[in-house]
Nanobody
Framework: QVQLVESGGALVQPGGSLRLSCAAS????????MRWYRQAPRKERELVAY????????NYVDSVKGRFTISRDNAKNAVYLQMNSLKPEDTAVYYC?????????WGTGTLVTVSS
């Protein structure tokens, strides 16, 4: 079955950096686009970043453009989110996502807290 396991979340000071990882299994990873979402307290889940199956196309929500970078390693079945210049408003649980046969699959998330 499809499994997505996120890691790398932590408490970090404003201006700091983190790299999130998502290990995928149970499907042909290189065939699917991948996404990172986040959900802040008392807010709806939002799409943060997208990467095509080959890694040749990426897209970001405006609030993270120039600060976050999504990447993938198809040999390792992993997708990453490099987050720089973190702000308190980036505080959220971050989720890895794949849409496969019209079904959305999610990991359990990893918590990122940006605070001094």
């Amino acid at each position: 079955q499809v499994q997505l396991v996120e890691s790398g979340g932590a408490l970090v000071q404003p201006g700091g950096s983190l790299r999130l990882s998502c290990a995928a299994s149970g499907f042909t990873f290189s065939s699917y686009d991948m996404r990172w979402y986040r959900q802040a307290p008392r807010k709806e889940r939002e799409l943060v970043a997208y990467i095509s199956n080959t890694g040749g196309s990426t897209n970001y929500v405006d609030s993270v453009k120039g600060r976050f970078t999504i990447s993938r390693d198809n040999a390792k079945n992993a997708v990453y989110l490099q987050m720089n210049s973190l702000k308190p408003e980036d505080t959220a649980v971050y989720y890895c996502n794949v849409l496969r046969y019209r079904t959305n699959y999610w990991g359990t998330g990893t918590l990122v807290t940006v605070s001094s």
